[in-house]
């Protein structure tokens, strides 16, 4: 029996089973290292955060992104948007390094068992812990615009789904959203010679400032300080003390953590999109139907009438919902009795563990918990460092209280409070 199971090896799996392994935890990974990055991110994009806030999380700092990219002969220096390629191969080489052996299979259940869980693998394999780290990233969360839900995979897609985009060459494409996602996706678009626009609720696009220098005059830094979520002092607070933040009242945390930082373009890519790609605001998606030839969707914003439009493939690019009814793979059982707050996310405590004592989460599906800066890698080191902590805490304090047997769904006992 392994004391902790990490189930996914994204940038918070992999910080995590780093942390767990060199404080001597008996700690077994699975999933697919950097598989999000690898597989559902389009060639042809950079990363948005500073290569300096972008680091997997290991102890002694020793396998941070700049010393892979010293070791390879790379840069990454601030302001200059660093390709999502180099970065899964960073994550990669963080895995070779600074993790035990990841085992690549997905894991399809995991359910309370004796002394703790069970895990099942892909091809029926058991595996058995003392306490599960899930971090599944975000590809569970994918939200699709309801009036699109009901059409075929072969007219509307995430912009999760798609690790390339020469298929849409010559074609008409509709990308939904106003965020970076949507506006980089559109710019990879018109640069192949895909017939693009984009199609978004608000009524302008947001784009980022170029950041401040890395290195300036003090009272420069104190006016508009650097954080791992971008300058300013709010950021810096989101990014910089996700402990504090989860003091701040429950009400206050998910208002929050919905709000902030919302969606906006990189300042790079802006001219790109601007004079390039058609772009339609303020109108919302009301009906979907599939046509010879693709879509037509029917539109409405404020203080406009509706518009029809003809497309021939929509890509939503709307985002991610993490709620508990999507956390796969935990078991119905499981997931049935785990709290969750106001946004539908399970609610945890100080150190990440869940309702459910031994259960600990990280990633995106805490954000309303510790705030925004769980919504990218940079929160992965906090994350990291805590929750091991809080596993370490979970197993010195030996078994839990009872466990859900099979075919009910009790209320465990001695549940930690959020």
């Not at 930082?261 to 004079?275: D, T």
């Amino acid at each position: 029996m392994y004391d902790l199971l990490v189930v996914g090896a994204g940038p918070y799996g992999l910080s995590i089973a780093s942390h767990a392994a060199a404080a001597g935890l008996g700690v077994r990974v699975l999933g697919r290292p950097m598989a999000s990055w690898r597989d559902h991110m389009p060639r042809g994009m950079f990363l948005k955060s500073e290569p300096w806030a972008s680091n997997l999380s290991d102890p002694q700092g020793r396998w941070r992104l700049d010393a892979f990219c010293a070791h390879h002969g790379l840069t990454a220096r601030h302001a200059e948007p660093l390709p999502l390629e180099v970065f899964a191969e960073y994550g990669l080489w963080f895995a070779r390094n600074a993790v035990p052996p990841v085992d690549e299979r997905t894991v399809t259940r995991v359910a309370p068992g004796p002394g703790g869980f069970t895990a099942v693998t892909e091809d029926g394999e058991t595996l058995t812990a003392r306490t599960v780290a899930l971090a599944v990233g975000v590809l569970p969360f994918t939200e699709i615009p309801a009036p699109l839900r009901h059409l075929s995979p072969a007219l509307v897609t995430h912009s999760s789904h798609h690790a390339g985009l020469d298929h849409f060459r010559g074609q008409d494409v509709t990308v939904v959203g106003g965020g970076q996602a949507a506006l980089e996706t559109a710019a990879l678009l018109a640069e192949q010679g895909t017939r693009v626009r984009v199609l978004a609720r608000a009524d302008r696009l947001c784009w980022n400032d170029v950041p401040p220098p890395r290195e300036r005059p003090w009272w420069h830094a104190v006016h508009l300080p650097h954080s791992g979520l971008g300058p300013g002092w709010r950021n810096w607070f989101y990014a910089e003390r996700p402990g504090l933040y989860r003091r701040l009242p429950e009400r206050t945390r998910t208002r929050i953590a919905a709000g902030a930082l919302g969606p906006a373009g990189a300042w790079w890519v802006r001219e790109r999109v601007e004079c390039r790609v058609e772009v339609l605001l303020g109108r919302e998606i009301v009906t979907a139907r599939e046509v010879p030839d693709g879509l037509r969707l029917e539109t409405a914003g404020r203080g406009a009438g509706p518009r029809s439009l003809h497309t021939g493939h929509v890509i939503a690019a709307t985002g991610f919902r993490a709620t508990l009814d999507r956390l796969r793979p935990l078991s119905p059982e499981l997931r049935a009795v785990l709290a969750a707050g106001g946004d539908g996310a399970p609610r945890v405590g100080t150190e990440f563990e869940s309702s459910y004592p031994g259960l600990f989460l990280a990633g995106l599906v805490t954000a309303g918990g510790f705030g925004p800066a769980m919504r990218f890698v940079h929160g992965a080191a906090f994350t990291a460092g805590t929750l091991v902590r809080g596993v370490r805490r979970r197993l010195r304090a030996g078994p839990a209280g009872r466990r859900i047997p099979a075919g009910r769904q009790e209320v465990p006992l001695e549940m930690p409070l959020p």
